[in-house]
């Protein structure tokens, strides 16, 4: 359990890839639902909601009422917009916290966005089953970002033993106002406000951007915007919301590179090593063999043909559903859902997207340079 205690010890010290290393270990050692839902709390601290989902999972296999894996769940598929399972996630956590250690605003928060979400679908649903053309997904404005984890801060648990196993709320609300703010920028502001402040002094006057960054700016969104407007934006944002289903990456050669020595591979990141040797000026270095021309993103797959994206999408659809009946059989509501969504894709003309999508491309590519 000491390494457990270390990678809590790294997180209160803002380590994130010391931590991870410790984590790693801890589970090597013995794996546990606080270690795993340690190690899922920095996948979402840096976006890999993917990565966060499995841990997750993990951690309730081995304790199915682990209420910040709970949590973490719920965090990161309400992120990969599986809204009906986030929504099952939060409502169990609500139940597994003790609400004198856990803040409850969290999930009344994040309980709210999901039933939201699952009311603004139920909406769209009615206005796609109306019709049986192409239309609506043309039209239909692509999803919005979603915004990050709420603001977090670091408490220890009331366990009371000496294990080691103390666990540290990553996900604690303390504020309405701050659900945006990065865990850095936290921390530094933090940092500002425990030191001496300085006499007040007459803010340095900065120069406004020009017309011309401004209208370069502007035009790169509107033309992004525009292009997921058209059919093949549709095709686009529905795959890279479930690539991993249809898409090997990275490759082969990545997964198999040996790392050098002093370095460790990642579980959760095939083809990345990071260095464990402590007091070695390398510790912490990530060494990523991944091919990033390949990686399943917009800029490498907005010029792919329609057709070849219609078919990842496809094959996404029908493994993704495939997992769910798996693990899930009675969530009939999101199979449904998933259903729809593939009709949808089922419908869409490759050709006449491929036509549609000429101008938004050209576009797009004259508001990049």
């Not at 984590?23 to 966060?52: C, K, V």
């Not at 928060?109 to 769209?124: I, N, V």
């Not at 407007?229 to 050669?253: I, S």
């Not at 010029?303 to 693990?327: G, N, W």
């Amino acid at each position: 359990m000491a390494q457990l205690a270390l990678a809590n010890q790294h997180v209160c010290d803002d380590n994130p890839a010391a931590a991870l290393i410790a984590f790693e270990r801890s589970i090597q050692e013995a794996p546990t639902a606080a270690a795993y839902a340690g190690r899922a709390a920095l996948h979402i601290r840096e976006r890999r909601f993917t990565d966060a989902l499995q841990d997750a999972a993990a951690a309730l296999k081995l304790d199915p009422t682990h209420e910040p894996s709970l949590y973490r769940k719920g965090v990161a598929c309400f992120e990969l917009d599986e809204f009906e399972s986030a929504l099952d996630a939060f409502q169990a956590g609500l139940k597994a916290c003790d609400p004198n250690l856990i803040d409850a605003r969290k999930y009344a928060m994040w309980l709210r966005k999901c039933e939201a979400e699952l009311e603004a679908s139920d909406d769209d649903d009615d206005d796609e089953d109306s019709s049986d053309s192409d239309e609506p997904i043309a039209k239909r404005k692509p999803a919005p970002r979603r915004r990050s984890a709420p603001k977090k801060r670091v408490v220890e648990s009331s366990s009371g033993d000496d294990s080691g196993e103390e666990e540290f709320d990553f996900d604690r609300d303390d504020s309405d106002d701050s659900d945006d703010v990065p865990l850095a920028t936290l921390a530094r502001k933090k940092s500002a406000g425990s030191a001496k402040k300085s006499p007040a002094r007459k803010p340095a006057s900065r120069k406004a951007p020009t017309a011309t960054a401004r209208s370069k700016k502007q035009k790169g969104g509107e033309a992004e915007q525009a292009f997921y407007g058209t059919l093949r934006g549709k095709l686009l944002q529905e795959f890279l919301r479930r690539w991993w289903y249809a898409y090997d990456w990275p490759a082969p050669q990545a997964i198999d590179k040996e790392p050098e020595a002093g370095f460790e591979s990642l579980v959760a990141f095939p083809g990345v090593h990071i260095c464990t040797l402590e007091g070695d000026e390398r510790f912490g270095k990530v060494q990523d063999h991944r091919d990033h021309a390949t990686s399943p993103c917009f800029l490498n797959f907005y010029k792919k043909p329609s057709a070849e994206l219609k078919a990842l999408c496809l094959k996404a659809f029908e493994v993704q559903m495939a997992q769910l009946l798996k693990a899930e059989p009675d969530n009939e509501r999101y199979i449904n859902k998933l259903k729809r969504e593939q009709r949808d894709i089922e419908r869409v003309d490759a050709d006449k997207a491929d036509r549609e999508a000429v101008a938004a491309v050209r576009e797009y590519e004259r508001a990049r340079k």
